[in-house]
């Protein structure tokens, strides 16, 4: 185990310290600036500090290996039923605990050595992966056993997010937060399209079992970078450590989840980067309706042909957007940026609900899915630099139930429309609804628009 040295690269910012910037300046110093098409490309100053770039290059192997397992386990479950309805049915027993666990997970990362917490849910997560390969090799054909370790699995996998998202502001500069955020998103993209490409090339070829292998491998990955983190403790000094001492032991219990709630509402800036992510997937996030549009509008097409290249367009335009954000991820004007992002947004899904043509639908999701990336990035920023470091975690698993939950309720909401108004009309109200909103919401608080990271 690498211990934590008092060296700027190295001991992962176990105070409030920064890490140097590039070319040695010091904290909140800048770099120099780009210049040529470097200015344009993915701005990878965050690499330059070893431990951030170990939790990046982890991240990097695991998202393909955790998509495989995504692909593998609903595969599975309509193997042995003939049901999409049980399909349905196990990514639900998968999204509770995922729900419960992030918001406890949250409130236990601002009471214990981040690393520490990553570690020991990152031995289970992998465990569980053994335990998929294991009954899929047995052949065990039993649905109740996947979904209690998709559940398990979901529930670990909440508990982990929000130590490692939360651990980022420790590891990088304030300025080179947005610059992380892209690194890391654009990872997560490019994991969601290439992972699931994988996994249907694969299947036929070593079978679906070693899928979850593959997974399993890829997780030790994962640990071996994260211990190689130095410690991660909570601050000293920070409220969390005044409540532990004023109790005598820290607590991680309903009463400290729902002080991340209340937190949330008096940090109006906070509030309204949630509130935004919320109103562009709800209203704004069609996918429940890709496969009635892929029958029916853009049959021509071929209906195999356009529902995969429905579901793609978004993150290939993401992935395009985290390549080139270097436009845009050293942008001052945090607030302005996510408004701006959701707006367009908005209006990229409307013009998507107005297009007869594939390729013109295709064009407009792309497009969305480079103002989702923009969205990410600044809403990221935000709550890395807004939130004091004993309350990282808990926002963080918030985030994560708002990312996981908006768009479940936007199949709900769209699929209902959709059956009411028509495919087309229902998104195409979903997206002027999104601006709309948005642009109220921006008008009404001028303090996030005028928000400074």
């Not at 990088?172 to 399209?193: D, F, H, I, K, R």
Request: aromatic share 8%; glycine share 12%.
């Amino acid at each position: 185990m690498e211990t934590a040295r008092n060296t700027e690269e190295d001991s992962g910012q176990a105070q409030e310290s920064r890490p140097a910037g590039p070319g040695g300046n010091g904290p909140g110093e800048k770099g120099p600036a780009r210049k040529g098409w470097r200015r344009w490309v993915m701005d990878v100053r965050p690499l330059r500090h070893r431990p951030f770039r170990r939790l990046w290059a982890s991240t990097s192997i695991t998202t393909i290996g955790s998509q495989l397992t995504a692909v593998a386990v609903p595969k599975q479950v309509y193997d042995l039923t003939g049901s999409s309805a049980w399909v349905g049915y196990a990514s639900f027993a998968g999204l509770l605990p995922l729900v419960v666990f992030a918001l406890w997970g949250g409130a236990v990362a601002d009471r214990v050595d981040r690393r520490t917490l990553m570690l020991v849910t990152g031995v289970g997560i992998a465990v569980i992966s053994v335990l998929f390969w294991a009954q899929s090799a047995a052949g065990i054909h039993s649905v109740g056993l996947l979904m209690v370790l998709l559940a398990a699995q979901q529930g670990l996998f909440g508990i982990n997010f929000p130590a490692r998202s939360a651990s980022i502001a420790r590891l990088v500069p304030a300025e080179e937060l947005p610059a992380a955020g892209a690194l890391q998103s654009t990872v997560a993209q490019t994991g969601m399209v290439l992972g699931p490409l994988l996994a249907g090339a694969l299947i036929p070829l070593i079978g679906l079992s070693t899928l979850y292998l593959i997974d399993a491998v890829a997780l030790c990955v994962t640990l071996w970078a994260v211990w190689r983190l130095p410690a991660l403790p909570p601050l000293d000094g920070g409220n969390a450590a005044n409540e532990g001492k004023a109790r005598g032991r820290r607590r991680a219990g309903g009463r400290e989840v729902a002080d991340g709630f209340r937190y949330i509402v008096a940090q109006r800036v906070l509030l309204l980067s949630f509130l935004a992510d919320i109103v562009a997937m709800v209203f704004g996030m069609p996918r429940a309706l890709f496969p009635q549009l892929a029958s029916s509008t853009y049959a021509p097409w071929g209906e195999g042909f356009a529902l995969g290249l429905l579901f793609a367009a978004i993150p290939i335009g993401a992935v395009v957007g985290g390549l080139l954000s270097g436009t845009f991820s050293r942008a001052r004007r945090h607030g302005l940026m996510v408004s701006a992002a959701v707006v367009v947004w908005g209006l990229a899904i409307t013009g998507f609900g107005l297009s007869g043509q594939l390729w013109w639908a295709a064009a407009f999701l792309a497009v969305a899915g480079v103002a989702d990336m923009v969205s990410m990035v600044f809403r990221g920023a935000i709550l890395q630099s807004v939130a004091t470091d004993d309350m990282r975690g808990r926002m963080q698993g918030i985030f994560t139930v708002v990312v996981a939950g908006g768009p479940r309720l936007a199949d709900l909401l769209h699929g209902t429309a959709g059956s009411l108004f028509g495919p087309r009309a229902a998104v195409t109200a979903g997206g002027l609804l999104v601006a709309v909103t948005m642009l109220a919401l921006t008008a009404a608080v001028p303090s996030f628009r005028r928000y400074t990271g």
